[in-house]
């Protein structure tokens, strides 16, 4: 066997005396797609950032091409040919995207000055090759979380590094994007280029790694060749136990209309959207990537500029020009940038949970702690959050448990419908299990649920209709046992 691009043997890593990797071990081959798995928590975030420079290990040693390295900072990690593409978002919205991409290294040209000409046309060259259908010049603050999360992945590619660590890279795109960076990956697999691949969608794994790894814990269980694993085994090698299934899905719909909207229409394009949804129902409703899914939901939470259309709840006709006025009319809205907009990352887990039902936790302009300490008490025991104290920071939780707290805060309000935009991004498969039972439990106990996901699997495994958005507008709507793949896609493009 050739030496391996990278390997790495014995990490260790601990934060003030708690262990977050114990023995992380890793093998990568030149030309291949070696897929790091694990759940939340189980030592991956630690492990590349170690690689990439950001946290210095304890113990263990890392070899790049069979020499021993120890990166300080990711400037050193890039220089040696390592680059990453990171989970967490990290743009300079006020900047474009070109400058984005080559922050820090941008072409100079006369007088000492940037060259924005020429950093235009290599910025629209790379995006090109990967078919990204982005504007140099776009401001990234005008850009959806799916295009942001392009760009992002154009930089990592840009650097030509021979390890290119990509990091949940498509969890906030659709299948089309998400094409379109599989053959990206294609093609420096053929350059012999080195993929880590980082992905909670198992389904993808299966269809472009060629190794595999697992963490679990803080420490790693297993490796081998993918083909000679099913999914079954490596579900459970991950979570360390057995799923009995993976779609948890007991709800029935009832006849009763909870939500009806017709003509709903918002600046970004949406238009002519008209629909139903009952009580009991999970009403899914999928699209590519801008495709208007996300601003339906933003329009009946009351964030889009123009309130055209009829919106009627219960039967009543309500006018929702606000977040507040959505939350009196029982809605909840999980968005898919939990740390963008779900979360507020400097506060603590029940600051969070709190934070939709201020008014109803204290006497007047003064908060009661003992209420605000119950609240948080009774979500954290309901969907089972794995903190230490309910004063924890929420920015020091999994992903998973992240997610959870998010739906604890809506859960507060004690909502009639729920919106869920992408609410399984960036979760492993143990915390997706457990946010299907919490759609379905609610869905069962008379809520109404509307599901936005990118994942086909997802929306067909969990919705009894699906809305198909195309172009802003409805490509139409789908159920029973016209529900399968080919028919999504079909209307979706």
Same mark, same amino acid.
């Given at each position: 066997?050739?030496?391996?691009?990278?390997?790495?043997?014995?990490?260790?890593?601990?934060?003030?005396?708690?262990?977050?990797?114990?023995?992380?071990?890793?093998?990568?081959?030149?030309?291949?797609?070696?897929?790091?798995?694990?759940?939340?928590?189980?030592?991956?975030?630690?492990?590349?950032?170690?690689?990439?420079?950001?946290?210095?290990?304890?113990?263990?040693?890392?070899?790049?091409?069979?020499?021993?390295?120890?990166?300080?900072?990711?400037?050193?990690?890039?220089?040696?040919?390592?680059?990453?593409?990171?989970?967490?978002?990290?743009?300079?919205?006020?900047?474009?995207?070109?400058?984005?991409?080559?922050?820090?290294?941008?072409?100079?040209?006369?007088?000492?000055?940037?060259?924005?000409?020429?950093?235009?046309?290599?910025?629209?060259?790379?995006?090109?090759?990967?078919?990204?259908?982005?504007?140099?010049?776009?401001?990234?603050?005008?850009?959806?979380?799916?295009?942001?999360?392009?760009?992002?992945?154009?930089?990592?590619?840009?650097?030509?590094?021979?390890?290119?660590?990509?990091?949940?890279?498509?969890?906030?795109?659709?299948?089309?994007?998400?094409?379109?960076?599989?053959?990206?990956?294609?093609?420096?697999?053929?350059?012999?280029?080195?993929?880590?691949?980082?992905?909670?969608?198992?389904?993808?794994?299966?269809?472009?790694?060629?190794?595999?790894?697992?963490? /679990?814990?803080?420490?790693?269980?297993?490796?081998?060749? !993918? =083909?000679? $694993?099913?999914? +079954? %085994?490596?579900?459970?090698?991950? &979570?360390?136990?057995?799923?009995?299934?993976?779609?948890?899905?007991?709800?029935?719909?009832?006849?009763?209309?909870?939500?009806?909207?017709?003509?709903?229409?918002?600046?970004?394009?949406?238009?002519?959207?008209?629909?139903?949804?009952?009580?009991?129902?999970?009403?899914?409703?999928?699209?590519?990537?801008?495709?208007?899914?996300?601003?339906?939901?933003?329009?009946?939470?009351?964030?889009?500029?123009?309130?055209?259309?009829?919106?009627?709840?219960?039967?009543?006709?309500?006018?929702? /020009?606000?977040?507040?006025?959505?939350?009196?009319?029982? !809605? =909840?809205? $999980?968005?898919? +940038? %939990?740390?963008?907009?779900?979360? &507020?990352?400097?506060?603590?887990?029940?600051?969070?949970?709190?934070?939709?039902?201020?008014?109803?936790?204290?006497?007047?302009?003064?908060?009661?702690?003992?209420?605000?300490?119950?609240?948080?008490?009774?979500?954290?025991?309901?969907?089972?959050?794995?903190?230490?104290?309910?004063?924890?920071?929420?920015?020091?939780?999994?992903?998973?448990?992240?997610?959870?707290?998010?739906?604890?805060?809506?859960?507060?309000?004690?909502?009639?419908?729920?919106?869920?935009?992408?609410?399984?991004?960036?979760?492993?498969?143990?915390?997706?299990?457990?946010?299907?039972?919490?759609?379905?439990?609610?869905?069962?106990?008379?809520?109404? &649920?509307?599901?936005?996901?990118?994942?086909?699997?997802?929306?067909?495994?969990?919705?009894?209709?699906?809305?198909?958005?195309?172009?802003?507008?409805?490509?139409?709507?789908?159920?029973?046992?016209?529900?399968?793949?080919?028919?999504?896609?079909?209307?979706?493009?």
């Amino acid at each position: 066997m050739s030496e391996p691009l990278l390997e790495a043997e014995g990490l260790r890593k601990s934060f003030s005396g708690v262990a977050a990797l114990v023995d992380g071990r890793f093998r990568l081959r030149a030309g291949s797609v070696h897929a790091l798995c694990g759940g939340n928590g189980a030592g991956k975030s630690t492990f590349l950032k170690i690689l990439m420079g950001i946290h210095a290990r304890d113990a263990g040693e890392v070899r790049l091409r069979g020499r021993p390295v120890a990166f300080s900072s990711p400037s050193e990690a890039l220089a040696a040919g390592i680059s990453i593409i990171e989970q967490e978002l990290s743009p300079v919205p006020a900047m474009t995207v070109a400058e984005n991409i080559y922050l820090g290294r941008e072409p100079i040209g006369r007088f000492g000055r940037v060259d924005f000409e020429n950093m235009n046309i290599a910025a629209a060259a790379l995006l090109e090759r990967l078919r990204f259908v982005l504007a140099p010049t776009d401001l990234m603050m005008d850009l959806s979380v799916a295009e942001v999360q392009l760009v992002e992945i154009a930089k990592a590619l840009s650097y030509d590094s021979d390890v290119i660590i990509m990091d949940e890279p498509t969890s906030a795109l659709g299948e089309h994007e998400a094409d379109h960076l599989f053959q990206a990956i294609s093609a420096l697999k053929a350059e012999g280029k080195g993929i880590v691949y980082v992905s909670h969608r198992l389904s993808e794994i299966f269809d472009i790694a060629d190794d595999y790894t697992v963490f /679990r814990d803080g420490r790693f269980v297993e490796a081998g060749d !993918l =083909a000679d $694993v099913s999914k +079954d %085994r490596l579900v459970q090698l991950i &979570v360390g136990r057995k799923l009995s299934e993976e779609f948890v899905k007991e709800n029935v719909p009832r006849d009763e209309i909870a939500l009806s909207v017709e003509g709903l229409a918002s600046r970004n394009g949406v238009r002519d959207v008209a629909f139903e949804a009952r009580r009991g129902e999970i009403l899914g409703f999928y699209g590519l990537m801008g495709s208007g899914r996300t601003e339906i939901f933003e329009r009946l939470f009351g964030l889009a500029h123009e309130h055209a259309g009829e919106i009627r709840i219960g039967g009543e006709k309500v006018m929702l /020009r606000s977040p507040a006025d959505a939350i009196s009319a029982g !809605l =909840a809205f $999980v968005t898919e +940038d %939990r740390k963008g907009s779900g979360l &507020v990352l400097t506060e603590d887990v029940r600051a969070n949970i709190c934070l939709a039902r201020l008014g109803a936790l204290g006497f007047g302009p003064v908060m009661s702690r003992r209420r605000e300490a119950d609240a948080a008490e009774r979500m954290i025991a309901m969907f089972d959050i794995k903190t230490a104290s309910d004063r924890l920071g929420v920015v020091n939780l999994s992903g998973g448990n992240q997610q959870k707290v998010v739906l604890g805060k809506w859960f507060l309000t004690e909502p009639r419908i729920l919106l869920l935009d992408e609410p399984t991004r960036g979760v492993d498969v143990g915390a997706k299990r457990e946010i299907y039972r919490i759609m379905s439990d609610f869905a069962a106990a008379g809520g109404t &649920v509307l599901l936005v996901s990118s994942e086909v699997d997802e929306v067909l495994g969990m919705a009894d209709r699906v809305v198909v958005m195309r172009d802003g507008r409805m490509a139409g709507t789908i159920s029973g046992a016209d529900m399968n793949a080919q028919n999504l896609l079909h209307l979706a493009t």
